[in-house]
């Protein structure tokens, strides 16, 4: 499989924003400063990051480089191995336990069975960790690493405040978010990152996936989340049992949100097991 990576911007965006995106697979997002430049996401291999290291060509090496990888998921940090020697990596503090986590290293040998690409990856954790928040401070611009869990425990998302734009990551996205697992407590999590989200009143939220840049996104997300949790609550209990409940008249992806044309059956499948996951978290959330 080949993933063709290019750079594109969205219209309005202030231009020291460049999006690097990676074919249909996730965005990484570059931010030039006066004193820096910053990497949000490595990609999913090194010789993705590698190219776009090399598309971003000068604009890469005239300042000292910054990574941050906003969680510990394949298609956000695999690219790190590009980056060692080159800058520095930041992360969350949870994303190390996810790190040493056995399945981490499980997920790299399913996925190299199944595509070549993957063969060169090495696993490479952050440099510099955090607990909370933490502010990368540019001289023209400010990053405000947010700590915003629900997605997965480690998740963070990149508030700059001098242009009202926050990078969002996976904490939003379109058409649905996925929650970590089906456990009440990270759906509550979700929703209130997707809160702080939407309370930073930004003028453009960028999600890795979805290709959009609508403030609108966070209140669909949310807005979602509050029919599925109308909709679990008028069922009765013998009905949360169910494992086809995902698939019953008004329960169904396409019943909360309009899947977009031309959408992937891979990438609709996709986001159907994240609303599975999430009308599970919504059932648990009503029971407690």
Not at 53 to 66: F, V
Not at 109 to 129: C, H, M, N, Y
Request: charged share 25%; aromatic share 6%; net charge negative.
């Amino acid at each position: 499989m080949t993933i063709a990576v290019k750079l594109c911007s969205y219209p309005g965006l202030d231009d020291r924003i460049t999006i690097v995106r990676a074919g249909d697979e996730v965005d990484s997002v570059f931010v030039r400063t006066e004193k820096f430049n910053v990497l949000i996401d490595t990609l999913g291999t090194p010789e993705l990051c590698q190219t776009a290291l090399n598309l971003l060509g000068e604009k890469a090496r005239d300042r000292p480089l910054i990574v941050v990888n906003s969680h510990m998921d394949w298609d956000h940090f695999w690219g790190n191995a590009a980056i060692i020697g080159k800058a520095p990596i930041i992360a969350h503090a949870a994303a190390l336990e996810r790190l040493r986590d056995l399945s981490c290293l499980q997920t790299l040998r399913e996925k190299a069975d199944q595509e070549a690409r993957f063969r060169s990856v090495e696993l490479v954790g952050p440099d510099i960790t955090f607990s909370g928040s933490t502010i990368l401070h540019g001289g023209d611009l400010s990053l405000e690493l947010i700590h915003t869990p629900g997605h997965t425990p480690d998740h963070i998302a990149v508030w700059i405040p001098e242009i009202r734009v926050c990078l969002a990551v996976d904490a939003v996205e379109h058409p649905i978010p996925e929650v970590w697992s089906e456990n009440a407590d990270d759906l509550r999590l979700l929703r209130s990152s997707l809160l702080r989200i939407r309370d930073l009143n930004a003028q453009f939220i960028i999600p890795a996936h979805g290709m959009r840049s609508s403030p609108s996104t966070v209140d669909e997300n949310l807005a979602y989340f509050e029919t599925l949790s109308d909709r679990v609550g008028s069922l009765n209990e013998g009905q949360f049992a169910d494992p086809a409940l995902s698939r019953s008249p008004g329960l169904r992806l396409q019943d909360f949100v309009p899947l977009p044309n031309g959408m992937a059956a891979q990438t609709i499948e996709f986001y159907e097991k994240c609303h599975q996951t999430n009308l599970r978290a919504t059932i648990s959330a009503h029971k407690d």
